[in-house]
């Protein structure tokens, strides 16, 4: 899919080393842009970046743990000194650790609401006064169908997602003003890591409710 052109624009993807991350930093560099890929292990992620270069794209990668503010202040600063300015910012990445209330470990709830709402808070605070300063950016929070309507066995998982909801709101409305839109975007069931894990019986229960009888792919998020 053609997308818009992103020539000299810079953008940082969280969670770029699989899954959505992946196939959105794809899509960004199909738009011509210059990427920071992050996520904890360098593995996966060095062969994102490899795979993109190796078609032309500009990416670099740098590790990062969102759950930390000093580490995605130290990825902002990183993406100022290689490209002096951040127009674009993904907060992609995110866990589950499901259960039900009553066996729910409270490390469980902690990790997921650290990494994904927690994430968000920490990736946008490291990028907003860079885009203050050039006066504009985008920034897209991946958010999930389970943060609208909620899951059995999901609680810390829907109330992350919920919350990210209620994070973009707010920052829409605060930096609107300043010419940076923020945005959330909240996928149905995709097909990765995250959801192949899943048992057949639940995976066909969830193709019966979804129009188009398959799960998403990737790429239908990237696309957005
Ligand atoms: P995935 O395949 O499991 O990929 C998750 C990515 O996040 C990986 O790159 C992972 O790399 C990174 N990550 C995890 N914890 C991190 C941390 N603390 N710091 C930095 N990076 C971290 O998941 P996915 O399915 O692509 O999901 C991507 C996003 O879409 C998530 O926010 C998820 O909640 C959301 N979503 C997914 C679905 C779905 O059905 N798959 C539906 C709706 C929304 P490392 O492990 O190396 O850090």
């Known amino acids: 899919m053609q997308c818009c052109d992103l020539t000299n624009k810079v953008a940082i993807i969280t ?28 593995e996966g992620l060095d062969a994102v970046k490899d795979s993109i270069n190796a078609h032309g794209g500009h990416a670099h990668a740098i590790l990062s743990d969102v759950s930390i503010m000093s580490s995605l202040t130290k990825l902002a600063a990183n993406t100022i000194d290689k490209f002096g300015r951040i127009d674009i910012l993904v907060n992609n990445a995110g866990i ?8 729910m470990k409270e490390k469980d709830w902690d990790s997921v609401l650290n990494i994904n709402l927690k994430g968000c808070f920490n990736g946008i605070k490291s990028v907003t006064r860079p885009m203050i300063k050039n006066k504009g950016g985008r920034i897209i929070n991946i958010t999930s169908i389970i943060g609208q309507i909620g899951n059995a066995g999901q609680s810390n998982y829907a109330a992350s997602k919920a919350g990210i909801i209620g994070l973009t709101k707010s920052m829409a409305k605060e930096l609107g003003s300043r010419n940076i839109t923020v945005n959330a975007v909240a ?25 188009l009888g398959r799960l998403g792919a990737p790429n239908d998020v990237a696309n957005l």
Do not use: F, V
Not at 17 to 28: D, P, T, V, Y
């Open 96 to 103: 589950t650790h499901d259960n039900i209330i009553m066996r």
């Open 15 to 42: 969670g770029a080393s699989r899954g959505i991350g992946e196939a959105i930093a794809i899509q960004l560099s199909k738009c011509n842009a210059n990427l920071i890929l992050t996520a904890r292990n360098a």
């Open 187 to 211: 996928p149905g069931y995709i097909s990765t890591d995250m959801t192949n894990n899943l048992s057949d019986d639940l995976i066909e229960k969830m193709k019966s409710s979804i129009p």
